[in-house]
């Protein structure tokens, strides 16, 4: 990276990577961006694509490297090389297919082992942005977004609801991602995303999530089978609290209660 904090006039460079499971769609966003175009075939990156793109931030003009991932496992040896000096990180999931979601943390922890003890400051100081992708595919949809808020904010990453397909929200997160990573670099902290206002916390979720899936009444309220009459008291009572419609605005809370 090149960087004069002092000079405005000066270019800056700074490395992107896009990292996530096989076919979640990080090349076409990455194209939907630069190229305004959508590809529709799926043709699997090989290794690491590379493209340039410029843009402005503020007063700068920011030259940025863009390292697009190959997601799929057998290309680890090649992306592993990739992971020094990165200062943004575009992560990337497919809001259809619930294991590219909880594949996220073995990214994260690729690239954490990936730097090591000697460079971990790298990942420290990286600022990371989540895709939630695909979005269009309303009926396939199977990881809501209250998940992938929740999961982003846990985190401190700003979240994002991406569309290649139609381009929706993936304007805005390049313009956060490069906002971000110029901030960071300039200041040396990273911005703090604000948390939306959910108005209602994960417990709710859970078991709402609980109610829904749940085999039968024990499990639905979070028992054992052996239980006392009193536990059963106990794990009602909790629950009647905790999704009453009027403490709380959680989706699905009316249902459940
Ligand atoms: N409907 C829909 N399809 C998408 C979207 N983004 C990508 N796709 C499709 O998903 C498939 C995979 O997209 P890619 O961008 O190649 O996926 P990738 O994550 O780069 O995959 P790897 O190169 O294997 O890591 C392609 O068939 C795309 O057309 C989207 O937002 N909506």
């Known amino acids: 990276?090149?960087?004069?904090?002092?000079?405005?006039?000066?270019?800056?460079?700074?490395?992107?990577?896009?990292?996530?499971?096989?076919?979640?769609?990080?090349?076409?966003?990455?194209?939907?961006?630069?190229?305004?175009?959508?590809?529709?075939?799926?043709?699997?990156?090989?290794?690491?694509?590379?493209?340039?793109?410029k843009v402005t931030v503020g007063d700068r003009d920011v030259k940025v490297n863009i390292f697009d991932f190959a997601g799929h496992p057998v290309f680890y040896e090649v992306r592993n090389e990739f992971y020094r000096d990165v200062q943004g990180v575009m992560l990337v999931y497919d809001v259809t297919n619930?294991?590219?979601?909880?594949?996220?943390?073995?990214w994260i922890k690729e690239m954490k082992s990936e730097l090591g003890a000697k460079h971990i400051a790298e990942f420290?100081?990286?600022?990371?942005?989540?895709?939630?992708?695909?979005?269009d595919k309303k009926q396939a949809r199977v990881v809501d977004e209250l998940e992938g808020r929740l999961w982003s904010d846990a985190r401190g990453y700003p979240y994002f609801e991406t569309s290649a397909l139609n381009g929706d929200g993936v304007s805005e997160m390049f313009k956060c991602l490069f906002d971000g990573v110029v901030e960071a670099v300039i200041s040396g902290k990273k911005p703090q995303p604000i948390p939306v206002q959910l108005g209602y916390n994960t417990e709710q979720i859970e078991a709402i999530k609980k109610l829904k899936s749940g085999r039968d009444n024990y499990e639905r309220l979070g028992i054992?089978?052996?239980?006392?009459?009193?536990?059963?008291?106990?794990?009602?009572?909790?629950?009647?609290?905790?999704?009453?419609?009027?403490?709380?605005?959680?989706?699905?809370?009316?249902?459940?209660?």
């Open 98 to 106: 619930r294991a590219s979601f909880e594949s996220l943390d073995a």
């Open 1 to 53: 990276m090149t960087l004069d904090k002092n000079d405005p006039a000066k270019v800056f460079r700074i490395k992107i990577i896009s990292m996530g499971n096989s076919d979640t769609g990080k090349s076409c966003i990455i194209k939907r961006y630069c190229e305004k175009r959508f590809v529709q075939k799926y043709l699997m990156t090989i290794g690491i694509d590379f493209g340039v793109t």
């Open 224 to 257: 054992a089978q052996n239980c006392t009459k009193e536990d059963i008291n106990k794990a009602y009572r909790r629950l009647a609290v905790l999704l009453h419609p009027d403490k709380s605005v959680a989706p699905g809370s009316e249902e459940a209660f």
């Open 124 to 135: 420290d100081s990286a600022y990371f942005i989540v895709c939630a992708n695909k979005v």
